[in-house]
């Protein structure tokens, strides 16, 4: 990899992050077909759920697949964690990560780089799924789609800087199936299928204030889909919500990852 010569200031960490980004995009073209398998395995669950079970589902004023696709368009956003916690953990324990510290290379652009390129995988993902949905009957009502896109961009660029973090922190492949794991009690815990509401108290409560809840509420509401039907004061800013949880997650992970990297090799 060829890393261009240090310029002052922001030109050098802008630098660096472009060709950092095209680093991990030209590895990604290396293997197409672990990239079509993410882009398609979130299509699969749809269909099951679309299609298996979507007659059993009971929505008000709607389709249960205009309930769904909102809900699994921010279950992609989540999906999205392991890939970066996977590819952090890799370039570490390959010695790449290393190799580039050794270089004379933006500290911050290594990171940058990461979370440009896992972004650019998540408007694949969101083009894909979009596609997919208005194929099996999804009929996004409203304008505001787009500021809809805008809330699962920000909440998966919350979650890429939560996988860089766990992905500097862990240390080995192996060990990054414990965060493969975790992803689905987080995301079936939410009110990307159901409605929190049809779930116990205790279940109810922990659904409700889910990131994701807040994200799939928020698209529905932004696309005139048929929303979860609960009262309270989550179910009623869901906007607000989606652009709050990620903020905080941000706010939180971003430092931590930043202060993880400069402590490697300490």
Known sequence: MTVPAIVPGHVSWLT?????TRRILVHWKQRPVSIAVTLLFPVLIVVMFGQLFGGAMAIRDGAYIDFLIPGMLA???LFGLESTVLAVVSDASKGVTERIRAMPVSGLAVL?????????????????????GLALGWRPQQ???????GLL?????AFVWVGIY?????????????????VWPVGFLSGVFVSPDTMPAWLSAVATWNPLTATAGAVRELAGNPAWAANGW????????????PAVLTAVFLPLATRRYRMLGR
């Open 16 to 20: 660096h992050t472009a060709v950092l």
């Open 75 to 77: 279950m992609t956003m």
């Open 112 to 132: 940058t780089g990461r979370c440009l390129a896992d972004l650019i995988s998540a408007v694949a993902g969101l083009i894909v799924m979009m596609g997919a």
């Open 143 to 149: 304008a505001s789609v787009l500021g809809a896109v």
């Open 153 to 157: 961009l920000w909440l998966r660029f």
């Open 166 to 182: 766990l992905g500097l922190l862990l240390k080995t492949p192996e060990s990054a199936v414990s965060v493969q794991v975790l």
């Open 234 to 245: 989550a179910a009623e800013h869901s906007v607000l919500l989606a652009t709050g949880w």
